[in-house]
């Protein structure tokens, strides 16, 4: 089936579940069971030693803090600073780094470059030109550890120590969203039939919400499961999150709002999550098992289509645009570049 083909299949079945995003909080994990009942505040499960991680392997021996993908260029945040190139560069020793102190947060990447926020100021990367950095001034309730940069230009700033929202055009804060609390991530969702959407998560009592940055506020607000860990933003709307504590895969679409679609098990504890647009799949690792699984999430659950063997933590995942898969250890197994997985 051509991509084209499998991203109006996708859209279709995903059109289909809508009215599982109108479920309720108790739906999706905040009832009286403690079996299903949030418990928010999501780590990572810890690691075994990889005893044989597929691929190849760069930056042996760092623990990596955070990883980003445009295109075929990895930019990963090092113990040394945010570290750019090819996989060939990162073989070959040679990728350019950029220096970060260490009030910088997550890494997100958009069509403009990577974007960083440190502290007072926002860092967009060039991929082409990474040790030339624009720098955008921005002035927060609490030092800023999140940004999202969207198609048409708007910057999202905000800290998990703040409500506050600032959004900025050409370097200037203009508007002001207040959430509920403050954000552990937040991520641009591109979507081709309408604006860019934005997106949070609070660990602490496991959301995930969109912001209506359209009309200046928070847009809906659901529990993503028992522990929410990490999300990733797929095509034309969709959003992968790790549901940590329930060990589950959660999909959902943020157009207008964000929406529950699907659930499916994971043989292991989720984390970090991918999308994988050429072969339309959903990826993710399992921390405790020293692996990461694709799904096809096209019908009613996801369904497992194969896996392989990560390196020790792998916290963080993406997919280049030849479908290598990008793992980044966070205990010195350092970066592991794989081309090849084995899918039924």
Not at 14 to 20: E, H, V, W
Not at 29 to 35: A, L, N, Q, R, T
Not at 134 to 159: K, M, N
Request: aromatic letters at 4%.
């Amino acid at each position: 089936m051509l991509a084209s083909q499998k991203r109006a299949a996708l859209a279709l079945s995903l059109s289909a579940l809508a009215l599982a995003g109108c479920q309720s909080d108790s739906e999706v994990g905040v009832g009286s069971d403690p079996d299903t009942a949030v418990q928010g505040n999501a780590t990572p499960a810890p690691s075994p030693a990889a005893t044989n991680p597929a691929g190849k392997l760069s930056l042996e021996g760092q623990s990596l803090k955070d990883l980003a993908v445009i295109d075929s260029t990895v930019a990963v945040h090092s113990a040394t600073g945010l570290e750019v190139g090819s996989q060939s560069d990162f073989e070959a020793g040679k990728a350019a780094t950029v220096p970060l102190n260490e009030s910088c947060g997550e890494l997100t990447a958009s069509e403009q470059g990577f974007v960083i926020a440190c502290g007072d100021k926002v860092l967009i990367i060039d991929p082409t030109e990474p040790t030339s950095p624009t720098e955008v001034d921005v002035s927060e309730d609490a030092p800023a550890t999140a940004a999202a940069l969207i198609s048409s230009g708007e910057l999202f700033v905000t800290s998990a120590d703040t409500a506050e929202v600032g959004v900025y055009r050409e370097g200037q804060r203009v508007e002001d969203i207040t959430a509920e609390a403050g954000s552990d991530q937040l991520i641009p969702v591109p979507n081709a039939n309408i604006r860019d959407n934005v997106v949070r998560i609070q660990r602490s009592d496991s959301t995930i919400q969109n912001l209506d940055w359209e009309h200046d506020r928070a847009g809906g607000r659901l529990r993503a499961g028992q522990g929410v860990g990490q999300i990733a933003a797929g095509d034309n709307g969709i959003v992968l999150a790790s549901d940590t504590v329930g060990k589950r895969l959660a999909i959902y679409t943020a157009d207008d709002v964000i929406r529950l679609h699907q659930y499916g098990n994971t043989p292991g504890v989720p984390w970090a999550v991918a999308w994988d647009e050429g072969r339309q799949l959903a990826w993710v690792t399992t921390t405790d098992t020293n692996e990461a699984h694709a799904y096809n999430i096209s019908t009613g659950v996801p369904i497992e289509k194969g896996s392989f063997p990560t390196v020790s933590a792998a916290e963080h995942m993406a997919v280049l645009e030849d479908g290598t898969l990008v793992v980044a250890s966070a205990t010195g197994d350092g970066l592991q570049f794989y081309s090849d997985p084995d899918l039924k």
